[in-house]
């Protein structure tokens, strides 16, 4: 809910003014934002535009330094952009802003931006046009910073070159991304001329990324390292990155194996509701072959989707949540592209464009099933990401812009959506064993990440099940799919994301880890004042802020109305 009207102080004025800067050198952010400025244009990803982006955060930390807190709100906004924009700047001078990698990099920005374009009007695909003649010249910038980086021996990974390289060329292929751009007709009553200038521009752009994909094995392959791993020195700075917090990464390598032997044991509880006696994966091939938990065809999973998620919203507002009308809908799509992902995107400044979860459906998958994908509505939709960043966005009273858009935090929202999960099952909405076998499967998944990432990076031993010594791919491998019920293509696409996004999968039950625990700490401090929907209000109305920076404020609220 909003709420009263906030005089803007010296902090706010001084947050606005650095995303007001930021955004102007970032046309791809006001695309996310919705925002119709510099549509057809691309960010400076050279060295050039990185070192200019970092000037403007040097330049506000030094003005940030000299104001002070006049109420709570301006305590958590000085705070917030202190760590965020200090991590950034230890990034930059690190020459970590140029990540290769089968996951995030500056040719994923490049592609995905499109996405979000609107289709709706001959101008529309005009200035997509535009864009799309840029892509050449974008991708060229990208290629100087790497080289920059690998310059200053931050060097990609063998293994994530290589990665890139087949998803480059996936994106050209046909009946790929380029092919169902051409063929995308929400405006129907295209001039011939526009027609011809966005086959033209499909053209540029496509022979731009066919063009990467060789300068990847020609260029960059050469300069990469074999060693998969980024080392612990470098592994923390990612780590507070995801997470806006320091942890003790021996003692959360511990925690990741104990977390994958608890949640194994509640998935062997829940075999044996399903079948007396199953194991796990006798279990799950018992809920692959029932046909009541099974969906035929992308349009069957899309309406799925959309009424799980309606449902949801209906039956946690004002049980669990106080959900404000204009965020109540959620829209459900099934995504261009086909790389298998499942993501949400959040709604437009003006919630003219709904959040909307997207799901990338691999070639020739026809069959899903909803007993394993129930938890990952929750997950992105509600009470996930749309709850979380939709809340913070009709913050519009309270929060700054910098606050409300310009920050988000993956262990902040990546440990929200986990925690959601656990929570739709806290309040019987897992209660079905099928339901339940699905989010222990992404749970188990999730604190196998922990162990995995963490044990690649930082060169820890691995555990006794695959033989001890040091992590390869192969034992890998053969952990994940010991405790994950995944198919092969997806497990190999999250065990390169590990070896390939340094801190950033663990971030996701890292994150629900100290989620919870401020959680129990609030119930502490409140005892029996606890109460759910108001925890949940004043946690998601900080927005998307580091971990050790949430847990100050909502601390300081529950202090001070116990």
């Given at each position: ?40 244009e ?15 955060i040097?330049?506000?930390l030094?003005?940030?330094?000299q ?20 991590v ?11 990540p ?7 040719l ?7 996405d ?17 003649r ?15 980086a690998?310059?200053h021996?931050?060097r990609?990974?063998t ?20 092919d169902t751009l ?11 001329a ?9 053209s ?19 300069l ?9 020195q470098?592994?923390q ?17 511990a925690w990741?194996?104990d ?5 194994s ?11 007396p006696?199953?194991?796990v994966?006798?279990?799950?091939a ?6 009541s ?13 959309q ?17 404000d ?17 499942i ?26 099933t ?11 939709g509600?009470p996930g ?12 009273q309270?929060?700054?812009?910098w606050r409300?858009?310009?920050c ?6 990546e ?17 079905d ?36 010594g ?8 053969d ?10 293509n997806?497990a ?6 590990y ?6 999968a ?5 994150g ?5 625990e ?23 109305n900080?927005?998307?802020v580091?971990?050790?920076v ?6 300081d609220?529950?202090?001070s109305?116990?």
């Open positions: 809910m909003n709420s009263s009207p906030r005089q803007p102080t010296d902090i706010d004025a001084l947050a606005e003014q650095h995303f007001d800067r930021m955004l102007r050198l970032s046309p791809i952010a006001m695309t996310n934002l919705g925002i119709n400025e510099r549509q057809d691309y960010d400076d990803f050279s060295p050039a535009g990185l070192a200019e982006e970092h000037a403007v040097a330049d506000t030094r003005q940030l330094r104001l002070e807190p006049v109420d709570p709100v301006d305590k958590v906004t000085k705070a917030a952009m202190l760590e965020r924009l200090g950034d700047a230890e990034l930059h001078l690190a020459h970590e802003r140029s290769v990698n089968g996951i995030v990099s500056g994923h920005d490049i592609r995905m931006v499109y979000m374009m609107p289709t709706g009007s001959g101008e529309d695909w005009q200035t997509i046009a535009r864009r799309l840029n892509v050449p010249a974008t991708i060229d910038g990208w290629f100087e910073s790497v080289a920059d690998a310059a021996e931050v990609p990974a293994r994530q070159v290589r990665l890139l390289i087949e998803q480059c060329e996936s994106w050209v292929s046909d009946r790929n991304f380029f051409g063929a995308t007709s929400t405006y129907r009553e295209l001039s011939d526009t027609r011809a200038e966005r086959s033209t521009a499909i540029v752009a496509r022979h731009g990324f066919a063009d990467a994909a060789t300068r990847l094995a020609d260029e960059v392959l050469p990469a390292t074999e060693v998969d791993g980024v080392g612990q470098r592994y700075l990612h780590s507070r990155q995801y997470l806006g917090a320091t942890i003790d990464l021996a003692e959360t390598y990741g194996l977390q994958v032997a608890r949640i044991q509640l998935m062997l509880e829940t075999a044996d509701r399903i079948q006696g199953a194991s994966k006798e279990a799950i018992i809920l692959d072959a029932d046909d938990y099974a969906l035929h065809g992308t349009d069957a999973l899309r309406e799925w989707m009424t799980t998620a309606d449902a949801a919203v209906e039956g946690l507002s004002g049980s669990a949540f106080d959900i009308p204009a965020i109540a809908r959620i829209e459900c799509m099934i995504a261009p592209t086909t790389d298998g992902g993501y949400y995107t959040g709604p437009s400044e003006d919630l003219s464009r709904p959040g909307r979860m997207w799901w990338s459906v691999p070639p020739g998958v026809q069959r899903f909803s007993w394993r994908e129930l938890t990952t509505v929750f997950h992105e509600v990401h749309h709850l979380q960043i939709a809340q913070t966005m009709v913050q519009s309270t929060l700054n812009r409300r858009m310009g988000w935090v993956s262990g902040h929202g440990g929200w959506a986990l925690y959601s999960e656990w929570l739709m099952a806290e309040l019987g909405y897992l209660d064993p099928g339901s339940r076998m699905g989010m222990l499967d992404s749970q188990t998944m999730r604190a196998v990440r922990v162990v995995i990432d963490l044990g690649v990076h930082c060169g820890f031993e691995a555990p006794g099940e695959v033989g001890g040091e992590w390869t791919f192969e034992k890998a491998w952990y994940f799919n010991s405790h994950v019920s995944m198919e092969p997806m190999r696409y999250e065990l390169n994301r070896f390939g996004w340094p801190g950033q663990p971030s996701y039950k890292i629900q880890r100290l989620w919870e401020l959680r129990e700490r609030v119930t502490d401090v409140e005892g029996d004042n606890f109460d759910l929907v108001s925890f949940h209000r004043r946690a998601l900080v927005g998307s580091g971990l050790d949430l847990r100050a404020a909502v601390l609220g529950a202090t109305s116990s």
